[in-house]
């Protein structure tokens, strides 16, 4: 087998990208797209060529008007395939706080974005789905924690005995 078919006959994963950003409240910035029922973290699907990281400075500049900085990984967690999706693997960065001032400067730039809003975690229960629910405390845990978190369907993959020094919501 030649190098273009091998690489051709290695299977695909959609990739996908969001931004964890928080007010000064440590209420979460949720999206509601008006394609689905449930709200959304700022973020969407990595183009072929780009970069993760970039596909999030990207999604922020279209869907909410703003160039704002990109921290560091958060979460990564892989979701296996229910069709019609295809398997994927989503990175979470952190967006860090926005203060009054950038939050009011948000402008919604999709047609497919009905509202946004920053949102507690008990008002987030319903308005987003149980995986995202979990990305997100997942999210702010290792934001605290300053380390990154792998996540399978939502949920963590390590050693329990490591988890203890996760701080818990």
Do not use: C
């Not at 400075?57 to 990564?76: K, N, Y």
């Not at 380390?147 to 490591?162: D, K, S, T, Y």
């Amino acid at each position: 087998m030649d190098q273009a078919a091998f690489y051709a006959s290695l299977p695909t994963k959609r990739v996908a990208t969001g931004v964890l950003i928080t007010d000064d409240l440590d209420r979460v910035l949720l999206l509601q797209p008006s394609y689905k029922p449930t709200w959304e973290i700022p973020g969407g699907t990595v183009a072929e060529g780009e970069s993760p990281r970039a596909a999030a400075r990207r999604e922020l500049r279209e869907e909410l008007g703003i160039e704002h900085e990109i921290g560091s990984l958060l979460v990564m967690d892989w979701v296996r395939a229910v069709p019609p999706r295809t398997e994927a693997l989503i990175f979470v960065y952190d967006g860090g706080r926005l203060d009054d001032a950038e939050a009011r400067s948000l402008l919604l730039g999709r047609a497919e974005l009905n509202a946004y809003g920053f949102v507690d975690m008990d008002g987030a229960v319903g308005l987003v789905s149980e995986r995202l629910e979990r990305r997100i405390v997942a999210g702010l845990q290792a934001r605290r924690a300053r380390r990154a978190v792998e996540l399978e369907e939502g949920r963590p993959q390590i050693a329990r005995e490591l988890a203890a020094d996760v701080p818990r919501y």
